[in-house]
Structures are given as C-alpha cells and as structure tokens.
C-alpha cells in the first residue's frame, strides 16, 4: 500500500524564520506527484507547491520550496520569512493512479505549524 | 475564473437519516473527487467522477455514493448515517484523462454532525 508519513505533528517559528517540514512517502510507481497542501482554520484546502517525480529540479514557488529526494522517497517543505499568514496545518499528499489517467490523492496526517510574532 | 464551491456549509443530522452534498466544480474541469476528513486526521479518499461516471472508489461502504452531471457538478450522497460519519468533507475537481492536469482544487468543504 502507498502511504506517505509526515513525522512531526506540530512546529513552530518565529516570524521572518526559516522551517522545513518533513515529508516521506512509499511507492512503487516511478512517475508520479507530490504535493504540499495548506488548510488554515477557515478549512479550506489550499495547494501551496507541487513537484513531478520525473523533475529532478526541486519546485520552488515564492517563498516555499521542496527538498525532493527521490531514491529517498523524500520530500520537504522549506517555508522562508515565515509570515503570521502561514499558521495552518500542513499536508503532504501523493498521487496515485484511480484509472485512465486519472488519479486520487494519498495523505499524511498532517503538521501544525504556528508562526509566532 | 470561479473556484470549487460547495453546500451547504454546515450541516446537522441524526443517526439513520440520509444527506446530499453538493460542489460545483471549477471552470473547465471534469472530474470531480471527494474525500472525508475526520478531525485530526488527513483526508481519505472516497470517490471519484470522471464525465458523470465513477472513476474509482476508496475503502467506504455503498451508503456513500454519487453522482456527476452534464456541467460536472457533483452530488455526494450518504445513507443511514451513522455516528462515525461526523466529519468534514472536500470536494476537489480536476481536468482528467485528455487534456490530463494532475493538481486537484479544493472547495471549502461541508462540516457534518451526526447526532
């Protein structure tokens, strides 16, 4: 079965900090997705940055950039000039093939992360 | 462009009684995916619509089902709801299959209480 684990349940850091959230994950396939998701306390899912495991280059989005290692099946959040903003849980997803082309995603159980001023 | 939508937002039911929810998918996309967090916990997977058929289905029982339209807006329905029910849940559409975009969006999801 394909899982992903995101071993630190809860971090915090100080406003205009840096911090990594870890992120490992479990497959077979060789050509797949991975994602970094937010969800504030309004609930909403929001997609902060994505990687395609056939990209060697690590995806960066503004402030937020991945650590993808894939003979590790590793893939880490770096969140720099942290902002009061970016207080949200934090969840690593993983693609997986449904059918056709589509496919479902497989989470973690997600990191709290609190930006302090 | 108009994001996922979802309703209701909120929602409370007793054991045994039956709920539909409903999203409404972002421009242009054609499957729709929906998934039910508990709290504290990551979202799990129960179904998926691709071009009103369903395209794959988690580890939930038939009293969770669906159904897509010819706009590919969604229905989640749940029958003889049970306590364990209580949870939030997402709906994320995405483009599929010809055309493929991987990255699903999320709506805002609906809160469900099972009294």
């Known amino acids: 079965a394909q899982t992903v684990t995101q071993s630190q349940p809860e971090m915090s850091v100080q406003e205009a900090e840096t911090v990594t959230l870890s992120c490992t994950y479990d497959?077979?396939?060789?050509?797949?997705?991975l994602f970094w998701y937010k969800q504030p306390p309004s609930r909403q899912m929001i997609l902060v940055i994505r990687q395609e495991a056939y990209k060697q280059q690590n995806a960066t989005e503004n402030r937020f950039s991945v650590n993808f290692q894939k003979a590790a099946k590793s893939f880490s959040l770096k969140i720099s000039d942290s902002q009061l903003g970016d207080t949200a849980m934090y969840f690593c997803?993983?693609?997986?093939?449904?059918?056709?082309?589509?496919?479902?995603?497989?989470w973690g159980l997600g990191t709290s992360l609190a930006v302090n001023p | 462009e108009t994001g996922v939508t979802q309703s209701p937002t909120h929602l409370i039911k007793t054991r045994g009684q039956q709920v539909t929810l409903r999203c409404s998918s972002q421009s242009g996309h054609n499957t729709v995916s929906w998934y039910q967090q508990a709290l504290g916990q990551g979202p799990q997977f129960i179904f998926q619509y691709y071009r009103e058929e369903e395209n794959g289905r988690g580890n939930f029982p038939p009293r969770f089902s669906g159904l897509q339209f010819p706009n590919y807006s969604s229905e989640l329905n749940v029958n003889a709801l049970e306590l364990d029910d209580s949870a939030l849940y997402l709906c994320?559409?995405?483009?599929?299959?010809?055309?493929?975009?991987?990255?699903?969006?999320f709506g805002p999801g609906t809160r469900l209480l099972v009294l």
């Open positions: 994320a559409s995405s483009i599929g299959v010809a055309g493929f975009q991987e990255t699903q969006y």
């Open positions: 997803a993983f693609s997986q093939w449904v059918a056709g082309n589509n496919r479902k995603l497989i």
């Open positions: 497959t077979s396939e060789n050509n797949y997705y």
